[in-house]
């Protein structure tokens, strides 16, 4: 591929280091300049469409350039940019603590905010350790977290993440967590069964080391970052009762997997059960501004509350709350009660079902499933071919699959990136049909293009 020097592509690489990125690789592979987004397209500096299937990594809910977000956030320039929340407040902060604690009936409140998703994580870490400072047992300090499960790249969010390429390299840094069974429910025969393997295991580890624990974390319903693992709500509802039998906390990660991603506003709904400590962030500004908080229990806030400044939560971010980022989190808000978007993407799931057919039943695919707006396709290894002489000329050095159906699938104008040989599709909640067509047949017309023999 060749570009102008002067290109935007160019112009980044000389300039920007990219996350999550082997730089090198973009030698022959240079970054994507994207200059607009509307709706759920974006467009490069040639002019090229692609239709955001992956939501800009799972953030943007109500399309680019949303109108309704685009309206709160002029109106919020106009009053408040930032002002620092330590010894003050504002309007939209503590609305949408309010409303959030709503939507939790009440059952968790006292938001404390970050900016982003492995912020939140720390901070529920930190929350629940020194909880067990406050109440007198400091060795409760250490961490639970689950096979294949990803709670972010800080530190503390690295120690309970078990992605091995992130993990390696900072090993020596990170505190020692236990780690416990996945309930991937492809682990067995029956969604069920391997909830029910991985609450035995998870029972063992309490049994044996709740004295040290101050925490169980996992990602509700869906592990996103390593395959789309997806599990039985029966998993959460015994690891409740789990957690309160051996007085450990739980906190739930649902930075990718609430505000509505899964089928329910908060994913641990469907389990019918509550955590001690709840992340969220990614999708509660729609892809609009960086943000995240926790919301946890009265009874914790309270094991804070004293006239011993040691004893308070610390905890702290330049833009903690900021007014933009919060206005646009309460548009969001205001979006799911107006529009009924629960109850339309429920629709939108049915229509896309149907038109992944084709895709699920595919020879090469296995395990084809779905948790709310969220499909997972793992393709066979052995079905993949070697890549060719001229295809690694060309920019795709290496040859991964996810590197090759990604440059597939954006010749058929979708954006899309595989997570090792897993394929899924985590769309924005607007899809018409036209847009639900386009999306299914390219990400299986990319499937057929990187299935070709080499």
């Not at 990594?57 to 709160?72: D, E, K, M």
């Not at 912020?119 to 300090?141: Q, T």
């Not at 695919?365 to 071919?385: C, H, S």
């Not at 954006?410 to 999306?439: A, D, Q």
Request: charged share 20%; hydrophobic share 40%.
């Amino acid at each position: 591929m060749i570009l102008s020097p002067n290109s935007l592509s160019q112009r980044s690489l000389r300039s920007v280091w990219h996350p999550c990125t082997q730089m090198k690789q973009h030698e022959k592979l240079p970054p994507l300049a994207i200059v607009r987004g509307e709706g759920a397209w974006l467009q490069d500096e040639n002019g090229d469409r692609y239709l955001d299937g992956i939501s800009s990594w799972w953030v943007n809910l109500f399309g680019h350039a949303n109108p309704r977000i685009n309206g709160a956030l002029i109106d919020q320039l106009g009053k408040l940019e930032h002002a620092m929340i330590s010894g003050c407040t504002h309007a939209p902060v503590v609305e949408l603590s309010e409303r959030l604690a709503t939507l939790t009936e009440h059952n968790l409140g006292h938001a404390f905010y970050g900016s982003d998703g492995a912020s939140a994580v720390e901070i529920a870490l930190k929350m629940s350790a020194h909880y067990w400072r406050n109440k007198g047992l400091p060795d409760k300090h250490r961490f639970v977290y689950l096979e294949q499960s990803y709670h972010g790249e800080t530190l503390g969010a690295l120690s309970v993440t078990d992605v091995d390429v992130f993990r390696h390299a900072y090993h020596p840094l990170l505190q020692h967590a236990f780690m416990a069974p996945s309930p991937d429910a492809r682990k067995a025969a029956t969604p069920g069964k391997a909830a029910c393997n991985a609450i035995h295991a998870m029972n063992a580890l309490l049994e044996e080391h709740a004295g040290e624990i101050a925490a169980v974390i996992v990602e509700p319903l869906v592990q996103c970052a390593t395959g789309m693992a997806m599990h039985d709500p029966s998993y959460l509802q015994q690891l409740r009762i789990l957690c309160d039998r051996h007085q450990v906390h739980l906190i739930a990660d649902e930075i990718a997997v609430g505000c509505g991603r899964t089928g329910s506003f908060f994913a641990c709904e469907q389990a019918g059960i509550w955590p001690d400590f709840l992340c969220l962030s990614k999708g509660i500004t729609g892809g609009y501004l960086p943000l995240s908080l926790v919301l946890t229990r009265d009874a914790i806030y309270q094991a804070f509350y004293d006239d011993d400044v040691r004893m308070g939560f610390l905890h702290s971010h330049s833009y903690t709350g900021n007014p933009l980022a919060c206005r646009a989190a309460l548009a969001c808000l205001d979006t799911f009660e107006s529009d009924d978007v629960l109850c339309m993407n429920e629709l939108l799931a049915e229509r896309l079902e149907n038109a992944l057919q084709p895709l699920a039943s595919h020879a090469a695919v296995r395990n084809a499933r779905r948790q709310g707006l969220i499909w997972a396709f793992d393709v066979e290894p052995q079905a993949i071919p070697a890549i060719s002489a001229d295809d690694a000329v060309n920019g795709m050095a290496g040859g991964s699959f996810a590197q090759r159906y990604h440059l597939a699938a954006r010749r058929h104008g979708l954006l899309l990136r595989p997570i090792g040989h897993t394929l899924y599709l985590m769309p924005p909640y607007i899809l018409n049909h036209s847009e639900v067509t386009h999306l299914a047949h390219g990400a299986l017309e990319s499937l057929e293009d990187v299935l070709k023999p080499a």
